[in-house]
């Protein structure tokens, strides 16, 4: 068995991108300064719901103001599109206008574009601008938007409702609920969150008048799809029209992956004014003015067998699309749906979908997306279930999970696991929790007043199917090796990531290997990155593309050194004949190549029909201060199946990060809007809480992987993983000990310790009278 390459898959290679970073050497958006600029503000509606009139006749006379555009200035331009339809009874969705005209539907809808040559003179073009507003009746949150006589958002949608579909056969699920044993019922609210990436978003936009040509620099997920849809759909101008450079991306979640309207505002203002213009939000703007994510409200059933098992599901799920739809809105609660059934052999399902429009900002995917909503539900309700028929949570998990000799196993909602042991992850899991003694440490914590809890959560999730994904990869003169490839890293680590993938073939140290993204001259296509599809997609692209050129490679060498190309090996950028020193270089194969140059690149494109299944166990072990209501998090456990794990250390900061991202939502994270007038209430983080490195637990992370059968590498992908599992594991682990000590069943999150607190008194208030 040959040795592993050092630098190659399954290695812990240090980030090779950290070195210029944390020397603060990156270069984000912001960081682009063109020799001319000019600075752009928007102005938002203060309303969640009103008619307006604009007047900026003062404004645009004030000194150093460029240009003021209103909805009448941009009238040629499309609206922004939604790219998700149903495939029966495909709906028509609303308009989604660059600047909103006469009506404004949330706080912070904008309604003005301000271009000044600073920033401070473009706020008091603002503050100049005069609106007249008529404020309208608003409603926020679903469960509101949907009663009878709620003010409606859009007239061609009665009720406030988009779609109301269903997923799976009602008529076998209603049958399944009949001749049940017994039958466990949760109703449960994801509540809304903020993206909180670090680089808040912005963008630049050069116009070249003689080529009539933009370029925007912009911190997104992906530089193709931005540039489509804004010159196809926005502009309304061929894409060759113009370059989106993407340079360093500081955090995305997803939420950085779609077009917003500032980009095209910034295109309008620079081909008018002949001028580079530039814009960057504030963290008020990041949160009026990006999309939003979670915001489910959900009702489960479960149907029981006497002996636990599971015998049908349903599901009345209602998501929040704000007052827009953004690019993927509708689909994340559709999508998701199909994820409900989670890790179990549930041969029959139901689930009710209802996409609701509110007066809030529009919601889309959010790390996950959708995928984590399905796992908070089908965990928390295979809790109930246990508490139902009185068994404990790993029990009926085992008496239910999908077996491995059931693979592939289609579910009721059509997806087909290719690959698992579910059983063996959630039974290490336990070990590595000293489930067993869990009791002992009941008994200990009571001594100091305080109660605890244990909470699991086995999810699964799906991966990869984002479409095909191309890689090029080319000897450079020099001798190094670099990758083109249109995913795009927004702190994921790609750069090191795919130099793995090279050096696995070639063995290249990751400094001769040089991965180049977000650059639509120099990359043909792309697909960002989002769904956790750079490395299930992009590296199998880069993998068959390295393979194929070192196929090349050995063949110009093969002349070179007068033998056969199957005699040759690549190792440290040599090709070598096996078992001698007859051997030539890369940089001496790139001189030599002349009218072979060709065969110094080679391009590969994989796309995943089926997508991947990523899988895992998370425990979580709380104890809860019932004189306050704090939560603390004493133990973390995670075993996670990735297929194949490409860097060990990557890995597990993915699924710590995502973990305290779940961890945040669980305990404290919420975005809250007056129920009486749509008033964004948690604006600032002053209002908003995120979580800190005192409120996250020392992870215990391990894998079991059982490789994946569709994808070439056997990765299932692991990006968003950490974010599915924590936010039920917690929960339950809250609910566990509220449950052993007051027989409370439920609490919603954030479990914030106002929640704790008051969910224990109104018990004890109960129980006192």
Request: proline share 6%.
């Amino acid at each position: 068995m040959a040795a592993p390459i050092k630098f190659g898959v399954g290695q812990s290679v240090l980030r090779k991108e950290d070195d210029a970073l944390i020397r603060g050497k990156g270069r984000y958006t912001d960081d682009h300064i063109p020799s001319v600029g000019l600075h752009a503000l928007l102005l938002r509606s203060p309303h969640a719901h009103a008619k307006f009139t604009v007047n900026a006749a003062r404004a645009r006379g004030l000194p150093g103001v460029a240009l003021i555009l209103t909805a009448e200035d941009i009238a040629d331009l499309g609206d922004l599109p939604c790219l998700f339809n149903l495939e029966v009874n495909p709906f028509t969705g609303p308009p989604y206008p660059i600047l909103a005209k006469d009506e404004v539907r949330h706080v912070g809808d904008t309604i003005a574009f301000v271009v000044a040559e600073t920033v401070d003179r473009a706020r008091d073009a603002i503050e100049a601008i005069e609106v007249d507003w008529a404020p309208l009746p608003a409603v926020a949150g679903v469960v509101n938007a949907v009663k009878p006589g709620a003010p409606q958002v859009w007239p061609d949608h009665p009720g406030n409702v988009l779609f109301d579909v269903p997923v799976g056969d009602r008529k076998a699920t209603d049958e399944a609920f009949a001749k049940a044993h017994a039958v466990a019922e949760i109703s449960i609210v994801n509540p809304r969150v903020v993206a909180s990436f670090m680089e808040t978003r912005a963008a630049i936009c050069e116009y070249d008048a003689k080529r009539d040509h933009f370029t925007l620099t912009v911190g997104s997920q992906g530089s193709h799809r931005l540039r489509d849809i804004l010159c196809q759909n926005v502009l309304k101008i061929p894409v060759e029209k113009m370059r989106v450079i993407c340079p360093d991306v500081g955090g995305g979640f997803g939420t950085k992956l779609f077009p917003y309207r500032e980009y095209a505002l910034l295109a309008v203002a620079a081909r008018r004014l002949k001028k580079t213009v530039r814009w960057a939000a504030d963290r008020s703007e990041h949160f009026m003015g990006d999309a939003q994510g979670r915001d489910n409200v959900t009702t489960a059933k479960m149907a029981l067998a006497a002996d636990g098992k599971f015998l049908a599901m349903d599901v009345d799920l209602m998501g929040d699309m704000g007052g827009y739809l953004s690019t993927f809105g509708p689909y994340i609660p559709h999508g998701g749906a199909g994820m409900l059934p989670g890790l179990y052999d549930i041969q029959t399902f139901h689930c009710r979908v209802r996409t609701v429009f509110t007066h809030t900002v529009p919601v889309d995917a959010y790390r996950g997306a959708g995928r984590p909503e399905a796992a908070y539900v089908i965990e928390r309700l295979v809790d109930a279930c246990a508490r139902k028929v009185d068994m404990t949570p790993d029990a009926i998990r085992r008496r239910n999970f999908i077996t491995p000799r059931a693979m592939p196993y289609k579910t009721a909602t059509g997806k087909i696991y290719d690959s698992g042991d579910f059983n063996a992850h959630l039974k290490r899991a336990m070990d590595v929790a000293n489930w067993k003694e869990f009791p002992k440490r009941v008994r200990l914590a009571k001594k100091h007043d305080l109660i605890r809890g244990i909470g699991l959560a086995s999810y699964v999730e799906v991966c990869g199917t984002m479409g095909e994904e191309t890689a090029n990869v080319r000897i450079d003169p020099n001798g190094d090796v670099t990758v083109l490839i249109g995913t795009q890293s927004s702190g994921q680590g790609h750069q090191t990531a795919y130099a793995q993938l090279v050096a696995e073939q070639f063995g290249l140290p990751p400094e001769r290997v040089h991965i180049h993204q977000g650059d639509t001259d120099e990359i043909a296509t792309g697909l960002g990155t989002g769904g956790s599809a750079s490395i299930p997609s992009g590296g199998v692209s880069v993998e068959r593309a390295t393979r194929a050129l070192g196929a090349q490679l050995k063949e110009l060498a093969a002349e070179v050194l007068e033998t056969s190309a199957g005699d040759l090996e690549i190792d440290r950028g040599v090709v070598r004949v096996v078992g001698t020193d007859r051997s030539i270089g890369f940089v001496e194969l790139a001189r030599r190549a002349g009218s072979d140059a060709a065969k110094l690149n080679a391009s590969a494109t994989f796309a995943s029909a089926d997508g991947t299944y990523p899988n895992g166990t998370h425990i979580a072990e709380v104890e809860i201060d019932p004189a306050t209501g704090i939560v603390k998090i004493v133990n973390y456990v995670i075993v996670d199946d990735f297929g194949v794990t490409l860097n060990p250390l990557l890995l597990a900061g993915q699924v710590h990060g995502g973990a305290m991202q779940g961890i945040g939502q669980a305990l404290m994270e919420q975005v809250v809007y007056s129920a009486s007038d749509g008033q964004l209430v948690t604006g600032t983080y002053m209002d908003y809480a995120l979580p800190r490195a005192a409120d996250g637990p020392s992870f215990v992370f391990e894998t079991h992987n059982v490789p994946c059968k569709t994808n070439p590498l056997g990765v299932k992908g692991a990006g968003e993983a950490g974010a599915i599992g924590s936010c039920p594991a917690v929960v339950n682990a809250i609910v566990d000990g509220l449950w052993r000590e007051y027989k409370i069943d439920h609490i919603d999150m954030p479990a914030t310790p106002e929640r704790v607190w008051i969910a224990i008194r109104e018990h004890q208030r109960r129980h006192s009278l």
